[in-house]
């Protein structure tokens, strides 16, 4: 976890929650979108149950994330748990939430997309795939996009 994982009342906070438990996919993540200019745009937790402290926090402080980022195999509660009460609490259910897994099994995107995720995507290997996703992202879903 972060050292300022919880800390949610800023007036501007990190626009990106990423919920991912393998450290290098993370940095990577982190990375990525450093080199397409959002320096400090992820708010970074490692599992189920720390995202969902933090976003009741947020939900405290109305400073909500405007996209969360999720893996779905997570230690203490997997991406599943977390998507279904994630889009299960009317408070949060307007998040978009983007899978982002190893897996591409279409079982795991079926009930993925079954849960309400907004979207799911493999999980970039490395750093120039992971730009090109970064981008993406960052046009549509915090450019284009209104969100809630």
Known sequence: MDENAYACGSA???PILLVEDNPADARL????FREIGLEGAIRHVVDG???LAY???CHASRAWPKLILLDLNL???DGREVLAEI??????????V???????AEQDIQQCYALHANGFVAKPVDL???ERVAEAINLFWLQVAELP
């Open 12 to 14: 501007d906070p990190p």
């Open 29 to 32: 993540a982190r990375e990525a």
């Open 49 to 51: 149950v720390e995202a």
């Open 55 to 57: 976003l009741r926090q």
């Open 75 to 77: 230690p203490r509660k």
């Open 87 to 96: 889009k299960a609490d009317p408070r949060m259910r307007g998040l978009p």
């Open 98 to 104: 983007i899978v982002m897994s190893t897996s591409v």
């Open 128 to 130: 120039a795939h992971f």
